[in-house]
């Protein structure tokens, strides 16, 4: 297998192209910066990054791999953020970490000026982990490792004491040659074991903690702060640091319905104060509330208070 990576650096000046095999060196005036990025057996590679950020940055690395890897990104020092090619937005930093499934190998990683950065990476076939476990793989994990996906999906999770030891091991100062590559490959075991285990399975039905609470709540302003286009479950359980298992789980605890049934129960209690109280023609309301076809408004309107949305408008009661 090829050890070289294209990275698109995108620059004031325009996009250059950064061929990277093994370990390369830059100093440009936007940044200092060593990437190595390392084959470390089948199924598995490691990406180390350091750099003193000068100007802001996004670094687009691509291998033209299609999604059947889990990757992981966790931060030692400074914060970087992650926007995958398909939408979901992420980061990490002192406070986040993750585990991630892109549905195309295209992630761009935005660097601010001003930073030291220190980020450790991993990618394992999917292959490799189902061997992992034996099959076995956690609850947590199965969305990351279904044979095909449709969209991006994340994994968040607090960056822990334990995981910015762990991510500043794989630098392994001092060891070369094999002994590196056992002691790194062993760091990754240690590394994706802890964050399976940062949410248990058996936590999905027990009671949430504050904090998690306080997440649910941050997520359900999230979701209805645009109506016509909200983060998907994904998104939004990266945003709050949860899972989307757990983070479905907690709206059901606080509010009694999932994410999904609270937007939607959302749209509908907006679309029926304004077709009783404006002259709004109801496909625009339909519309104004995330319906693109009113079809689908007038259904599940009537699903939801018994009558169709005509019964209710303002040009009725007149």
Do not use: C
Request: no cysteine; hydrophobic share 40%.
């Amino acid at each position: 297998m090829s050890n070289n990576v294209e990275w698109l650096l995108q620059e004031a000046t325009g996009d250059r192209s950064l061929h990277v095999e093994k370990r390369m060196m830059i100093d440009d005036g936007n940044w200092t910066a060593e990437i190595e990025r390392l084959e470390i057996g089948p199924g598995l590679r490691v990406f180390l990054a350091t750099a003193d950020v000068h100007k802001d940055l996004t670094v687009q690395p691509a291998d033209g791999e299609a999604d059947i890897w889990l990757n992981s990104d966790v931060a030692v020092s400074g914060r970087v953020d992650i926007h995958l090619s398909d939408g979901p937005k992420t980061h990490v930093g002192p406070d986040h970490a993750i585990l991630f499934r892109p549905l195309v190998r295209v992630v761009d990683y935005h660097l601010a000026a001003g930073q030291q950065i220190k980020m450790a990476g991993y990618g394992l076939h999917i292959d490799r982990v189902i061997r992992l476990f034996d099959g076995d793989v956690p609850d947590e994990l199965l969305p990351l490792v279904e044979p095909t996906i449709g969209e991006s999906r994340i994994f968040g999770m607090k960056r822990t004491r334990q995981l910015r030891n762990l991510a500043q091991n794989l630098f392994a100062p001092g060891l070369n040659g094999p002994l590196r590559t056992l002691f790194m490959e062993g760091t990754i075991l240690q590394l994706l074991a802890a964050q399976a285990a940062g949410r248990p399975r058996n936590r999905i039905s027990g009671e949430l903690s504050k904090p998690e609470r306080d997440s649910v709540r941050a997520a359900r302003d999230l979701l209805l702060a645009d109506m016509r286009n909200p983060p998907s479950l994904g998104e939004l359980a990266s945003a709050v640091g949860l899972t989307e298992k757990r983070l479905n789980a907690g709206f059901r605890k606080i509010f009694g319905a999932t994410a999904f049934e609270v937007l939607r129960n959302h749209r509908l209690a907006h679309a029926r104060i304004a077709l009783s109280t404006e002259s709004t023609p109801m496909k625009v309301i339909a519309y104004r509330v995330g319906y693109n076809h009113v079809t689908n408004f007038i259904n599940a309107y009537t699903a939801r208070y018994g009558d169709p949305p005509g019964r209710h408008t303002r040009h009725e009661k007149l």
